[in-house]
């Protein structure tokens, strides 16, 4: 139902791009976030927006690089990332809750796109 895309290799300080885009499931009545996970690391929150609310939250450690926004006409989530560091790879997924609360612990999450790799090089 969810489908993050827009993964692949990017230099260390570049910008990357991911999209996530649902079907089967409007956005408007969920709060939908992006969580990523490192290589032999446990998942983590990156940060979220409230649909119906535009609030977002971004993970302190992330805050000024990336950001959370939406697209009304396509119906997807984007997350910005500017920057980026060796520490940034990893493979993304994005989730969705019903309602307008972001969580930060992904067990308030039913549903899950499938996940797209991100690769920073040196």
């Known amino acids: 139902q969810l489908q993050a895309s827009g993964g692949g290799l990017v230099q260390a300080g570049g910008s990357l791009t991911l999209s996530c885009a649902a079907s089967?499931?409007?956005?408007?009545?969920?709060?939908t976030a992006w969580f990523r996970q490192a290589p032999g690391k446990e998942r983590e929150f990156v940060g979220g927006?409230?649909?119906?609310?535009?609030?977002?939250l971004i993970a302190d450690s992330l805050k000024g690089r990336f950001t959370i926004s939406r697209d009304n006409v396509e119906n997807t989530v984007l997350l910005q990332m500017s920057s980026v560091t060796l520490e940034d790879t990893g493979v993304y997924y994005c989730?969705?809750?019903?309602?307008?609360?972001?969580?930060?612990?992904?067990?308030?999450?039913?549903?899950w796109g499938q996940g797209t790799q991100v690769t920073v090089s040196s």
């Open positions: 089967g499931l409007t956005f408007t009545t969920y709060a």
């Open positions: 927006i409230s649909w119906r609310t535009s609030d977002t």
């Open positions: 989730a969705a809750s019903r309602g307008v609360k972001i969580y930060k612990l992904e067990m308030y999450y039913d549903h």
